[in-house]
């Protein structure tokens, strides 16, 4: 496993995307698949409340995509958003995962896949993630 970098990118699902410190700014899920593992800090948006919210800080882990389980927090850049997003995946399918904010009231209008998969955070009790997977 790569070694830890010292870098806070920003997961926002609302204003503001994947920017380094330096102003540099993420232009896909390959290039920050790339860093191997990475701190994020979570941006207001509240679709993950009461488990994340503004300002708290995650450790993204890239795992091979054949990784993913339901009940799993992932960091993941769909296409119709302009910036990474971190959901709890609640069931797979055969397109990909269906993703969703513990907070929606809907799931992510598209599934992830492989190409749009960035990596895994485990900072959650599982027990915990899988009664909002239910709901």
Request: charged share 20%; with cysteine.
């Amino acid at each position: 496993m790569k070694t830890l970098l010292p870098l806070v990118i920003l997961v926002s699902l609302l204003a503001g995307c994947t920017t380094a410190p330096q102003g540099k700014r993420a232009r896909s899920a390959e290039e920050l698949r790339a860093l191997g593992q990475f701190h994020a800090t979570v941006d207001f948006s509240g679709s993950m409340a009461p488990l994340l919210k503004g300002g708290d800080e995650l450790l993204v882990t890239v795992v091979p995509f054949e990784q993913v389980r339901v009940g799993m927090v992932v960091v993941y850049w769909p296409h119709w958003k302009p910036c990474p997003v971190v959901h709890l995946v609640i069931a797979q399918t055969k397109r990909g995962f269906i993703c969703k904010g513990i907070d929606n009231r809907d799931a992510d209008p598209e599934p992830m896949t492989a190409a749009t998969f960035i990596g895994k955070t485990s900072r959650f009790n599982q027990t915990e993630l899988l009664s909002y997977a239910s709901k």
